[in-house]
């Protein structure tokens, strides 16, 4: 009987199941055409497609993507359309179409393979393929792709997420080694020192820490990580949020970001920190490469000034939130024969390479023979990014992934305590407050 109360308690509830995306509004139509088919069965001519991902932050990615599914539709007699979404409305869109149907192929974020687990289309042969092909899959989507051994989708990497800084001005507050972000190797106690100095010339560091799915838990979680802090131990048997260790690492935050960070930080999404950087506003940012690719088209004087680092080393060390996007296919698809198809497809050397290198390393390999393409080697300055999966982990660590972890993801947990504390200047209160969360979602 204790068994059967301990599993009911364990599992999520249908109302926190859709309150993790609110229910959006219809899909946006572009147009396909009708052709001959690239050898897929002739029972998808005829049909239609819909495909939903998260709008691009490097613009030829999505322009080439839109292309590649028109191409498809065209040669194959399926009529494609796409919608490209911010990133914040993603989750509540695919939350809508579980429940009302009209989308066949979305993309999905860390954790929502778990979150949407009866209501994906187990394509695991596909995916084993594509890893196949590609030298085994990375360490990182082996941890965070496959949901009790089963791909409920293909993973296609992970966009990538670092320390985006101004040459001159870290030059200038005495980082060493700051004209080549591949030697600059710092703790968290010395990158905001340098924020200290560099807010004091006018140049403060930036952090996005509002309701966005990239910037603010790519930054919150692996500074909780570095300062011994996560949100369950390993046998998922306790909250190990409100940790001594990470109680301290928070009050050094707290001091930081008045010290060191542009303090409207705390309403940044995703896009914020990018126009701050570019317009000279902030010093130093955690983001992926998009500031730099954007740079080098509109501003290269600001590009030749630009460089990346690794993220800085804490108590526990380094970490970086790392897990998977994945294209998965709705079970509520009125056209799964043609999702399956597009995607086997998609998937292959030709379509996803091209897709890949022009992004110029934006997304991570999700497969082991990317780390070696080419791509890496064009750019200096991009080179740390190609690093950055060997200190991937998952969210819920140091418990597995799993439908909690993503549950408390969705809720903002981790980025709210942060955001809390710099406003109320109270680490151990707004610690305290987020592990009396996780207890609810993980029910320890």
């Known amino acids: 009987m204790k068994d059967k109360k301990r599993e009911r308690r364990g599992k999520i509830s249908r109302r926190e199941f859709l309150k993790a995306g609110v229910v959006g509004l219809g899909m946006a139509a572009m147009g396909g055409l009708t052709e001959k088919a690239f050898g897929a069965p002739a029972v998808i001519k005829g049909t239609k497609l819909t495909i939903l991902q998260g709008t691009y932050f490097i613009a030829p990615g999505q322009d ?62 596909m995916a084993q393929e594509f890893g196949k092909r590609g030298g085994g899959f990375e360490p990182y989507v082996l941890n965070s792709a496959p949901v009790k051994g089963r791909f409920l989708g293909i993973p296609h990497g992970y ?96 001091q930081a970001w008045k010290d060191g960070y542009d303090e409207t930080g705390t309403s940044w999404d995703d896009s914020n920190n990018n126009r701050a950087f570019l317009s000279g506003q902030i010093a130093s940012t955690v983001n992926a490469s998009s500031i730099y690719f954007a740079a080098k088209k509109d501003k290269p004087e600001l590009a030749k000034d630009i460089h990346h680092m690794l993220f800085p080393k804490g108590p526990a060390g380094r970490f970086y939130w790392l897990e998977s996007r994945t294209f998965a296919i709705l079970k509520n698809s009125k056209n799964i024969a043609g999702a399956k198809e597009f995607l086997k497809w998609w998937f292959q050397d030709k379509q996803y390479g091209d897709w890949w290198r022009i992004q110029e390393g934006y997304m991570l390999q999700p497969v082991k023979k990317y780390y070696n393409d080419p791509t890496w080697f064009k750019d200096p300055k991009m080179s740390p990014f190609r690093e950055e999966p060997k200190y991937g982990i998952n969210q819920g660590y140091a418990g597995p992934p799993n439908q909690r972890a993503a549950l408390a993801w969705s809720k903002y947990i981790v980025v709210d305590t942060f955001a809390k504390a710099v406003q109320s200047g109270d680490a151990k209160a707004s610690i305290e407050w987020g592990a009396e969360q996780l207890k609810r979602i993980y029910r320890v």
């Open 159 to 254: 966009n990538n997420n670092s320390i985006n800084y101004r040459i001159s001005w870290l030059k200038e507050a005495g980082c060493p080694n700051a004209e080549d972000g591949n030697k600059v190797e710092l703790t968290w106690d010395q990158y905001h020192a340098i924020a200290k100095k560099c807010k004091a010339a006018g140049h403060p560091f930036g952090q996005a820490l509002g309701h966005s799915t990239g910037d603010p838990p790519g930054f919150c979680y692996p500074y909780m990580w570095a300062h011994g802090g996560m949100e369950v131990s390993k046998d998922g048997k306790s909250i190990q949020f409100n940790k001594p260790e990470f109680v301290d690492g928070m009050r050094k935050f707290i």
């Open 64 to 125: 080439l993507y839109k292309k590649q599914a028109l191409e498809w539709g065209q040669a194959n007699g399926v009529q494609v359309s796409a919608d490209f979404l911010n990133w914040p409305d993603l989750q509540p869109k695919i939350a809508a179409a579980i429940q009302g149907g009209g989308v066949d192929i979305v993309e999905l974020w860390p954790g929502w393979n778990y979150l949407y687990e009866k209501s994906l289309v187990d394509v695991t042969d």
